[in-house]
């Protein structure tokens, strides 16, 4: 049993052997995509066929698309003030409570002009409260993401484009973690501006895109000038073999996405049958729509930063739901925002799987489990 059990790819997942060739492909090619000889051209059409690839994986056009180094950035990008629609320009900013740090951070809105929108005990944002914002003030860009990366929770983002755009706002939706885990159309979401990143679906890490589905749409000034790389969008001479890598992972993610859902799905219902057979373990946001991939569980008592090392010396790789600063373990601002106590959202692990994880995997991972509690109970 020397083999390891990686069960945290929603932090990162290994790279697909299609991407692997792609860019292997890529890094020999010598010339700058923005060169009009040869050699430029011939990188210029590994950059343009993976932008048709990535755009095609979210029901988007090719020239929806602009190339970041990771969803970070793609993130920022989108959550600058300025953007216009219909004459209406987005200066104040809405996130959910339960967003990613990249998008809780606030881009380069000054802090005074963004505010929160609340989520319920499933972490689920409340659309009422969310119109109640909209309704507080002027016309608004609002963050809400498809799926959250710890509790695996699905936003109605539908209903939320709906209540945004009555409202004359702006939509941008970060789903990073939905890429490869559901099916994703970035018009029919309604979502103006949809962030994604390469190395959640097995491409490779520090690449992303910003899709910008609405043409009307006016941008502000862009985060990154200099060339004018990405049609004056992000400026920068491109990482063409990255670029190639999420063209390449983002197709076979799209291809594969039938089976590998359904792969996961089976999986994470073994996975999680076996979990609260231990008397004590809650499983968060069980109760409403989640990715396939995706369990966070807890079981009092337990604290996330000993049963990550626990896990890790039984071979299995998983992360804690709780945020480690300078040495201290918190509750992670999603379960504090699903007002879960803090006593139980610091035990909070994460376990998130991959189209090629195993049984064996799951059953190592509930091996390691039943111990860790075995050992609470004996210290009881
Ligand atoms: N958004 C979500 C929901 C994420 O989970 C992550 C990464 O964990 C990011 C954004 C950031 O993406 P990247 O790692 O490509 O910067």
Redesign the pocket.
């Known amino acids: 049993m020397s083999e390891r059990a990686y069960l945290d790819w ?3 997942a290994p790279l697909r052997p299609e991407a692997l060739v792609a860019m292997l492909a890529a890094l020999e090619e010598a010339g700058n995509p923005s060169s009009v000889h040869a050699e430029g051209r011939a990188a210029r059409r590994l950059v343009e066929q993976a932008r048709g690839q990535v755009a095609a994986a979210v029901g988007a056009r090719a020239d929806d698309v602009v190339f970041t180094a ?4 793609a ?1 920022a990008l989108a959550l600058t003030p300025g953007w216009q629609l219909s004459g209406r320009t987005a200066e104040r900013l809405i996130v959910s409570a339960v ?2 740090p ?2 809780l951070a606030g881009g380069r809105f000054p802090a005074e002009r963004m505010s929160t929108a609340p989520v319920n005990a499933h972490g689920v944002i409340d659309l009422d409260a969310l119109k109640a914002r909209l309704a507080a003030g002027g016309p608004a860009l609002v963050s809400l ?1 498809l ?3 710890e509790t695996g929770a699905v936003q109605p983002v539908p209903e939320a484009a709906r209540i945004v755009h009555e409202a004359g706002g702006i939509l941008h939706v ?1 789903a ?2 939905a890429l490869g885990r559901m099916p994703i159309d970035a018009r029919a979401l309604g979502a103006d501006l949809l ?1 994604i ?4 679906i097995g491409g490779p ?2 690449n ?1 895109a910003l899709i910008v589905t609405e043409p009307a749409l006016r941008w502000p000034v862009p985060l990154i000038r200099g060339g004018g790389q990405e049609r004056n969008r992000r400026a920068g001479t491109e990482n063409v073999a990255g670029i190639a890598g999420f063209g390449a992972a983002a197709e076979a993610a799209a291809y594969n996405l039938p089976i590998e859902t359904k792969h996961m799905s089976a999986l994470r219902s073994e996975l999680e049958a076996g979990l609260i057979a231990i008397d004590g373990t809650m499983i968060f946001s069980q109760q409403v729509p989640r990715l396939p991939n995706t369990t966070l569980f807890a079981l009092k008592g337990i604290r996330a930063e000993t049963a990550v090392i626990a896990f890790d010396l039984e071979g299995v790789a998983v992360s804690s739901g709780a945020a480690c600063s300078s040495g201290k373990v918190q509750a992670s601002h999603v379960l504090a925002a699903m007002a879960i106590q803090p006593e139980i959202a610091v035990g909070a692990i994460r376990v998130s799987l991959g189209p090629t994880t195993k049984k064996a995997d799951i059953n190592r991972c509930i091996e390691a489990w039943k111990k860790l509690a075995n050992v609470l109970r004996k210290a009881k």
């Open positions: 929603n932090a990162t990771g969803g970070t950035e993130n967003e990613h990249s998008v993401m799926a959250n990366n970060d990073v973690q962030t990143s390469a190395h959640k890490k520090g992303g």
